[in-house]
C-alpha cells in the first residue's frame, strides 16, 4: 500500500500548522554584547521584515565599515512569504490525500527550505562581514566581521551570537515531526518487502 498511517497523517498536519508560525514569530536572531552594551543589542529576522536595536547596530557598525543593515539587503522578504505558503499547503494535502510519495515530497521540501535558509544567511554574514568601506574611521588589517551562522564568536569587544529564534525553534519541532513520519513510513515500507526466502 501507498497510503501514509493515519497518525502520520496528523503529524503532517501538524507539521504544516507549525509552519504558519513563520507568519507571525520571528525566524532568525542575533545578538550583541560590549562593555558599552551590557544589555545587548537584538536584531529579529521575520519572514519579511527586520526588527529590534537595528539603527543602533548600524551606528556601531558604521566606525568599523560595514554596510547599513536595512530590509532592501534581503530581497528574500519578497517572496518567503509565498515559499512557506506553498509548503504549507503541500503540507496540507499531504494529509488530506495521505499518499508516501506527498509525505516524502513534503519532507524533501522542507530539507531544501533549511538548507536554502542556512544557505542565505551565511553568504549574507560573508558579504555584511568582508565588504567593509575601506574609507571607514575603524581599520584593523586583516579582520572580517562575518557574524557566525550559528553560536557565539568574538568580533573586536563585541560578543556575537546568532541563531533560531520563535519561529526559527517552531520550525525545528515541525522538521522533527515530519522526519519522524517519514522514517516511520520508511520502515513500515521496508518490513513490507517480501524477504529473500520468501522470494525463493
Given amino acids: 500500500m501507498n497510503n501514509i498511517s493515519p497518525s502520520n497523517r496528523i503529524l503532517a498536519l501538524i507539521a504544516a500548522a507549525l509552519m504558519v508560525s513563520a507568519y507571525f514569530t ?38 568599523i565599515g560595514m554596510k547599513h543593515i536595512g530590509v532592501e539587503m534581503f530581497p528574500e522578504f519578497t517572496y518567503l512569504i509565498y515559499v512557506f ?32 535558509v542556512l544557505t542565505d544567511m551565511y553568504l549574507w554574514g560573508y558579504d555584511y562581514g568582508h565588504n567593509l568601506d575601506q574609507t571607514a574611521a575603524i581599520k584593523v588589517p586583516g579582520m572580517a566581521y562575518q557574524p557566525p551562522l550559528i553560536g557565539y564568536k568574538e568580533l573586536l569587544n563585541f560578543l556575537a ?5 520563535t ?16 522514517f516511520t513510513e520508511w520502515r513500515k515500507k521496508r518490513n513490507c518487502l517480501p524477504s529473500e ?3 525463493q
Fill in 167 to 182: 519561529g526559527g525553534w517552531i520550525l525545528g519541532v515541525s522538521a522533527l515531526l515530519l522526519t519522524v513520519a517519514v
Fill in 161 to 165: 551570537y546568532s541563531g533560531p529564534d
Fill in 197 to 199: 526466502n520468501q522470494i
Fill in 26 to 63: 520571528p525566524l532568525w536572531q542575533i545578538s550583541l554584547w560590549a562593555p558599552q552594551y551590557p544589555e545587548g543589542l537584538n536584531m529579529k529576522i521575520w519572514i519579511d521584515r527586520l526588527s529590534g536595536d537595528i539603527e543602533i547596530i548600524n551606528g556601531v557598525n558604521h566606525y
Fill in 85 to 116: 505558503g506553498f509548503i504549507i499547503g503541500f503540507g496540507i494535502l499531504t494529509a488530506a490525500i495521505a499518499k508516501r510519495w506527498a509525505l516524502y515530497t513534503f519532507f524533501v521540501m522542507i530539507v531544501l527550505l533549511g538548507i536554502g
